[in-house]
């Protein structure tokens, strides 16, 4: 911490002032009006390499290296990532073969698994119906109508007597993936077939479970979203198109029910993304006004197209801003009304596995280093600011207020974005502060005096955190040590420790009517701070819950666990103790650490063993501690 002492001078003495209510939805803090805040930000997806089939798409989703990546994206706070959209999802159905009645017979089991794991990882998936399993729909385009059904009812049947209903209702449904784009149209749909099959699968979503008349089932209701389009020229995007056309003449027989498209930026500006959202709105509206009633969502609203490309930006802090800002300007859009109104959700394609030489640089939110040179192989992850990004945004509380622009100079204002959860005495506020998107790192000669016109009943504390240029990067860490492919346990380690937003600031507010101050003269661009204000009535830290420990290689886990989002959100830092044997001393293994989300790496070295027992527990700002959670063995084979 007192490396970050030259770098930022803060002060904290306050924040008071009495809330009160002025209507149903809005809540003002002095002048401050603070909106109901859905968390529509927690959606990310990829595509998954290998050959689109079912050997292809299972052999990639079911390798090791997945399997961790998606361990440690279940592993960010909770409500950091709640969907993940993964195309071709389906071809893990197998073909079986057909009934003596020309019904197709399908086996799931690959499917299962895979979804039984994202589960554990509180992961949903974004179910889109995409696959061509046994070529049976190319083998029958004369059947696609009752083909398509049959298979999204079974689909969806087969899940429900294996989770129910309850749990289904956190998926998501869409239609095909970009259907108008030739590297994704491999069923060869034409017009009147895409429509077909969209229909189909509305079709299917609603017939399956048999008929729902209860108040309760009908709002089990399966929404459908799509057409997940790119939404080019009417020329040569057709099928999206007349998806709308269809839909603006009589709504009430539309298919869809949420309106999904895909805007990203041009050259990696958050600006860009949102500016091309409001452009595509507004078009549509202006063709096919009767759609202004469907809620919309960007499914891959990313700063730039082209996952692989490897630019600097990605690798860093700058990312990590542009993503925020994303949010930021977003939600200030939905407030403003007009077209972002009715927006749903954006989601963030950037779940990729990267490759070498770009471990970094690759739009995703880990970096992957395959160690080739061990026996056996693995792969290691680092996580990227990005990924802390979404960790610090899973801290906004349930309220919001508009975003607000703080002049910093002639040039240069930073985005604020304040939020609070509770009432009257039990009161929680987590704002964030963003600098100008700009190219860094570099320094800019300014600094503001910043009121905070929130109000903390009682007793308070404060916690800041921060996500800068160099200090938080690890991959400044890896590129000066000279980016090797294959980095050590001591640079493995090292890049570990400038992976999460570094603790700056905690401690106890003991008077009203104070001040923060930030000056950020010497503070490179980007930067993110996350305050979090929590009052002594907010709801206390509780214990950690399935704990669980994965081999990384050979004296190297990953450890991770679980946590409830109103409890941890005046979280300080977690601690993880270990023994090694019944009767030994339990060892506090992440002492110099700060962990403010739910996972550590451990590699106690050559000398060391991963082998014993495990127990983890979290400490609030107020330096209390939960319970530990339940004690895990860990034998390494």
Not at 214 to 225: D, E, N, P
Not at 267 to 277: C, K, P, R, V, Y
Not at 512 to 539: D, F, G, I, K, T
Not at 598 to 622: E, I, W
Request: one cysteine or more; glycine letters at 6%.
């Amino acid at each position: 911490m007192l490396l970050f002492r030259p770098l930022l001078l803060l002060l904290l003495l306050l924040l008071a002032l009495a809330t009160r209510q002025l209507g149903h939805a809005h809540y003002t803090s002095g002048d401050v009006v603070y909106h109901a805040l859905p968390h529509f930000w927690t959606g990310v997806g990829f595509c998954p390499a290998g050959d689109i089939n079912h050997g292809g798409i299972s052999g990639a989703l079911e390798a090791p290296e997945m399997q961790l990546q998606l361990r440690q994206i279940g592993a960010l706070p909770a409500g950091a990532v709640t969907h993940i959209r993964i195309h071709w999802l389906l071809e893990l159905v197998q073909f079986l073969e057909y009934s003596t009645e020309g019904v197709p017979q399908y086996d799931y089991e690959k499917f299962d698994r895979f979804v039984d794991m994202l589960q554990e990882q509180q992961l949903s998936p974004v179910l889109e119906f995409m696959a061509n399993p046994g070529h049976v729909f190319t083998a029958n385009p004369e059947r696609n109508w009752f083909l398509w059904e049959h298979f999204v009812k079974s689909i969806i049947n087969h899940q429900l007597a294996r989770h129910g209903a309850a749990r289904l209702s956190n998926w998501r449904y869409e239609t095909w993936n970009e259907p108008d784009l030739r590297s994704y149209n491999r069923i060869n749909f034409t017009a009147a077939s895409y429509l077909e099959y969209v229909q189909a699968v509305r079709r299917g979503l609603s017939k399956a479970g048999g008929r729902r008349k209860s108040k309760r089932q009908q709002q089990l209701y399966r929404a459908l979203r799509g057409p997940a389009g790119l939404f080019r020229s009417e020329q040569h995007h057709p099928f999206c198109w007349q998806l709308l056309e269809l839909c603006n003449q009589q709504l009430s027989k539309c298919p869809i029910d949420i309106l999904t498209y895909h805007r990203k930026g041009l050259d990696g500006s958050a600006t860009e993304i949102l500016n091309g959202s409001l452009a595509l709105l507004t078009k549509i509206y202006q063709d096919y006004p009767q759609l202004q009633q469907l809620p919309v969502a960007n499914d891959e609203a990313d700063p730039v197209a082209g996952w692989s490309t490897p630019r600097d930006f990605q690798a860093d802090v700058r990312y990590a801003a542009i993503l925020i800002s994303t949010v930021m300007q977003h939600w200030q859009a939905k407030l403003a009304g007009g077209v972002m109104s009715q927006l749903e959700s954006i989601s963030h394609d950037n779940a990729f596995l990267s490759y070498h030489p770009y471990e970094f640089s690759q739009r995703t939110l880990l970096a992957h280093f395959r160690m080739n040179e061990t026996q056996p192989t693995h792969s290691q992850f680092v996580q990227k600011p990005v990924y802390a990004a979404l960790g610090m945004l899973a801290k906004l509380g349930t309220r919001a207020a508009d975003l607000e622009l703080v002049n910093m100079d002639s040039k240069h204002s930073v985005q604020v974005l304040r939020s609070i959860s509770g009432n009257g005495v039990a009161q929680y506020m987590a704002t964030i502060f963003l600098s100008p998107e700009q190219a860094g790192p570099q320094l800019t000669a300014y600094h503001h005096k910043y009121t905070l016109n929130m109000s903390i009943a009682n007793e308070s504390a404060f916690i800041t955190e921060l996500l800068v240029p160099h200090s938080t990067d690890p991959a400044h860490v890896w590129q000066q040590a000279g980016s090797p492919a294959y980095p050590n346990a001591t640079l493995r380690e090292a890049m570990r420790r400038a992976q999460t937003p570094r603790l700056y600031e905690t401690g106890p507010i003991w008077q009203y009517n104070s001040e923060l101050v930030v000056n950020s003269a010497s503070l490179p661009l980007p930067w993110v701070m996350l305050l979090r204000v929590c009052s002594a009535a907010w709801p206390k830290l509780k214990r950690p819950q399935q704990l669980e420990i994965v081999e990384v290689t050979q004296r190297e886990v990953f450890i991770r666990w679980t946590e409830q989002s109103r409890s941890t959100q005046c979280l300080k830092s977690y601690e993880v103790w270990f023994r090694e044997r019944v009767g030994s001393e339990w060892l506090h293994i992440s002492m110099d650490w700060h962990l403010p989300y739910p996972s550590f790496q451990y590699a106690p070295g050559p000398n060391g063993s991963v082998n014993g027992f495990y127990k983890v527990r979290g400490v609030d700002v107020f330096n209390e501690s939960s319970a530990f959670s339940q004690i895990v063995e860990y034998l390494e084979l």
